[in-house]
Nanobody, 121 residues
C-alpha cells in the first residue's frame, strides 16, 4: 500500500504565504511525476502544478509567478510554496503522485486526502 499525506494547509490573510508538503510512504519502488491539484466545492478539480522526477515543472497559468513546486526525491516528498495568496486561491489542495509500488512494480496514480487552504480578504 502507498499513502500520500498532505500538510501545511490553514487560514491565511490575503497577500500571505503558505507552504504545503506531501509525503509518500509505503511499499514504494519509484516515484515519477508528483503534483498538486485544487478543488472548490461545486467546481472541477484543477491543475496547480506538476514536477517530474528530474525537476521539470509545469504550472497552471494563473499560478505562474506566485506558486513554486519542488520535491525531495530522497524523502518522497513534494512541496508547494504559495505566495501572494488571494481569496480566489481558497480550495482543498490535493497531492498526486505516479508511484511504482512493491512487490508488483505496477505504476499507479495516487491521490492524497487533501488539505484545506482558506484565504481571507
Amino acid at each position: 500500500q502507498v499513502q500520500l499525506v498532505e500538510s501545511g494547509g490553514g487560514l491565511v490573510q490575503a497577500g500571505g504565504s503558505l507552504r504545503l508538503s506531501c509525503a509518500a510512504s509505503g511499499m514504494i519502488f519509484s516515484i515519477n511525476d508528483m503534483g498538486w491539484y485544487r478543488q472548490v466545492p461545486g467546481k472541477q478539480r484543477e491543475l496547480v502544478a506538476t514536477i517530474s522526477r528530474g525537476g521539470t515543472t509545469n504550472y497552471a497559468d494563473s499560478m505562474k509567478g506566485r506558486f513554486t513546486i519542488s520535491r525531495d526525491n530522497a524523502k518522497n516528498t513534494v512541496y508547494l510554496q504559495m505566495n501572494n495568496l488571494t481569496p480566489e486561491d481558497t480550495a482543498a489542495y490535493y497531492c498526486v503522485a505516479d508511484v511504482q509500488s512493491l512487490p508488483s512494480r505496477v505504476w499507479l496514480h495516487y491521490w492524497g486526502p487533501g488539505t484545506q487552504v482558506t484565504v481571507s480578504s
